[in-house]
């Protein structure tokens, strides 16, 4: 069972899709009570899944498990709300009750992909990378190209732990660095971004 108190608590410039704006006081009161499903903050980490818009349906089935467990630990799932490992990992997480926010580089709400729960429309292209490395206390990188790697290239420099799934390597004067901690499997993926996050100063 979820719990939460608004006495204190604003969020601003965000849209649940089914319940519509978020952004009053009122409208977090609301969210608390039963049986709503609407995206709230929580004390919980907040971890950001991160791959191309469009990928092959075996990453795909990797980007969903990595959602699912990420629900099932309690988490929030960001992504930057579109299609590819973005919709795999958000159809996993609202399959285990879990919160999905996409961070979308469009001015449309509208642009999300059906499993984002709450979609921020930020009208900054590929600028809402940094948005999405920012919110995420780690982030997991499936697969993914050019986008991806400056997901990961922002986030690294932020100091923000990152796991990789078969996904970039980085390397400095032609030697391998050990920036982005490597998995082999969505569990592990998860439980390392985890821990990591939990670190202080993470």
């Not at 978020?22 to 977090?28: E, P």
């Not at 799932?77 to 961070?103: D, I």
Request: charged share 25%; net charge positive.
């Amino acid at each position: 069972m979820r719990s939460f108190s608004a006495s204190n608590a604003r969020v601003v410039g965000c849209w649940d899709k089914t319940h519509g704006p978020v952004g009053h006081t009122s409208d977090l009161r609301r969210s608390a009570q039963p049986g709503y499903t609407g995206a709230v903050a929580r004390d919980g980490h907040y971890i950001a899944v991160v791959g191309a818009g469009a990928c092959e349906p075996e990453v795909a089935r990797v980007a969903e498990e990595v959602g699912r467990l990420v629900a099932r630990a309690g988490a929030v799932l960001v992504c930057g709300g579109l299609g590819g490992v973005m919709e795999a990992a958000c159809r996993g997480a609202r399959a285990e009750g879990g919160t999905t926010v996409g961070v979308l580089p469009s001015e449309s709400r509208r642009d999300a992909n059906r499993h984002v729960e709450v979609a921020v429309a930020t009208g900054m292209g590929e600028a809402r990378n940094a948005i999405v490395a920012r919110t995420a206390d780690a982030i997991i990188a499936v697969g993914g190209e050019f986008g991806t790697l400056s997901e990961i290239a922002l986030a690294l420099k932020m100091g923000k732990p990152v796991v990789g799934i078969d996904t970039w390597e980085l390397s400095r004067q032609g030697r391998r660095t050990e920036a982005i901690a490597r998995a082999a499997r969505p569990e592990e993926a998860v439980a390392l971004a985890l821990r990591l996050a939990a670190r202080p100063g993470a």
